[in-house]
Each structure stands twice: as structure tokens, then as C-alpha cells.
């Protein structure tokens, strides 16, 4: 069974770097594509960006100028850098696998990151 | 970009009724369209792959239908542990999209 675990600080200040960890148990991050997800509070879910084929980005427009996926195979893990924050960035960030280019059908629990002074 | 565009955006249903979710496509995305169901304080779960696909360990009163523009969800039956929201998601392109989500409420 595979597990998602995203990690990394809760409070972030205001026009800082948002820096986030996840961690894939139980099978290789290869020949996946992972996706991240993030949801403001009462929001909806908005896509940020996906790294797949051992480091090929693709990052939604609106936040693309800010954001870098990168994957570290020997470690099984994603990381998540979104730079220059603001208010508007603080939301839950979630982790997901999926089935390239398709559907996500593993994600982490999710972790609530605020942008506040 | 392709918008997808749910609706209703709350329904409030009584148990054992019958729940319809649509989503429609701002350009046609032919299967590739998605559903998860998120209860609250819970990450999304794939409830439905490429429209109308199943998926293992969810109760079959979950059913998609639909290709190109539209798509729906139904939800045959409803029971308790479906009070949740609802999104329809989109892998046709980048950047993939999420329909804005639909809360199904017991009453």
C-alpha cells in the first residue's frame, strides 16, 4: 500500500519561501507522475504543478513564476518550493500519485500551511 | 486553460434518494475526467477514473457517465457516510483543472 506524507513548516512569513517535504513509502516515486494540490480553507482544490519522467515539470500558469517541483529518487521523495508568499497562499497542501498524465489516486493527509507575520 | 464547471453547488438530500452531480468542459476532454469524493478534514478519494470507470472498494452506488463536455455522478441510494463535497478533475491537458466542488449535505 502506498503512503503519501507531506511534511514542512506551518506558519511562513510573508514574502518568504514556502518549502514542503513529501515522502512516498512502499514503491519508487519512477513511473509516476506527482502532482501538487493545495486548498484554501472552505476553498476548493487548486492544482499547483506535477514533476514526472524522473524531472519534467509542468506548473499552472498562475503560479508558475513562483513555484519549483523537484524529486529526489534516492530519497522517494517530492519537494515543493512556492517563493514569494503571500496571504493568499496559505491553504492545506496535499501530495498526490498519479497514473500519468490521469487520474490521482494516492494522496497524503495534507498539511495546513499559513502565511502570516 | 479548461474550466470545469459543476453544479448544483449544495444539495441537501435525504437518505436513500437519488444524487445527481454534473460537470461540464469548457472544450471537450473526451474520457478524461475524473471524480473524488473529500468528507471533511479528509484528503480527496478517487471515486471514479476516466468518466465512467469504477474503482476497487467503492460502494457501487457510485456511478459516472458522460464524455466529450458533460459529465455526471450519481450517487443511487444515498447513505450517511456520503455527506461530503464532491470535484470533478480534468487530465486532458495541462494545466490539469478541478471543478469547483459540490457539498452533499444529509438532511
Known amino acids: 500500500q502506498v503512503q503519501v506524507q507531506e511534511s514542512g513548516p506551518g506558519l511562513v512569513k510573508p514574502s518568504e519561501t514556502l518549502s514542503l517535504t513529501c515522502t512516498v513509502s512502499s514503491g519508487s516515486i519512477s513511473s509516476y507522475y506527482w502532482s501538487w494540490i493545495r486548498q484554501p480553507p472552505g476553498k476548493g482544490l487548486e492544482w499547483v504543478g506535477c514533476?514526472?519522467?524522473?524531472?519534467?515539470?509542468n506548473y499552472n500558469p498562475s503560479l508558475k513564476s513562483r513555484v519549483t517541483i523537484l524529486a529526489d529518487t534516492s530519497r522517494n521523495q517530492i519537494s515543493l518550493k512556492l517563493s514569494s508568499v503571500t496571504a493568499a497562499d496559505t491553504a492545506v497542501y496535499y501530495c498526490?500519485?498519479?497514473?500519468?498524465?490521469?487520474?490521482?489516486?494516492?494522496w497524503g493527509q495534507g498539511t495546513l500551511v499559513t502565511v502570516s507575520s | 486553460e479548461i474550466v470545469l464547471t459543476q453544479s448544483p453547488d449544495f444539495q441537501s438530500v435525504t437518505p436513500k434518494e437519488k444524487v445527481t452531480i454534473t460537470c461540464r468542459a469548457s472544450?471537450?476532454?473526451?474520457?478524461?475526467l475524473h471524480w473524488y469524493q473529500q468528507k471533511p478534514d479528509q484528503s480527496p478519494k478517487l471515486l471514479i477514473k476516466?468518466?465512467?470507470q469504477s474503482i476497487s472498494g467503492v460502494p457501487s452506488r457510485f456511478s459516472g457517465s458522460g464524455s466529450g463536455t458533460d459529465f455526471t455522478l450519481t450517487i443511487n441510494s444515498l447513505e450517511a457516510e456520503d455527506a461530503a463535497a464532491y470535484y470533478c478533475h480534468q487530465s486532458s491537458s495541462f494545466p490539469l483543472t478541478f471543478g469547483g466542488g459540490t457539498k452533499v449535505e444529509i438532511k
Open positions: 514533476i514526472y519522467d524522473s524531472g519534467r515539470t
Open positions: 476516466y468518466a465512467s
Open positions: 498526490a500519485r498519479g497514473i500519468p498524465v490521469a487520474y490521482l489516486d494516492y
Open positions: 472544450q471537450s476532454i473526451g474520457s478524461s
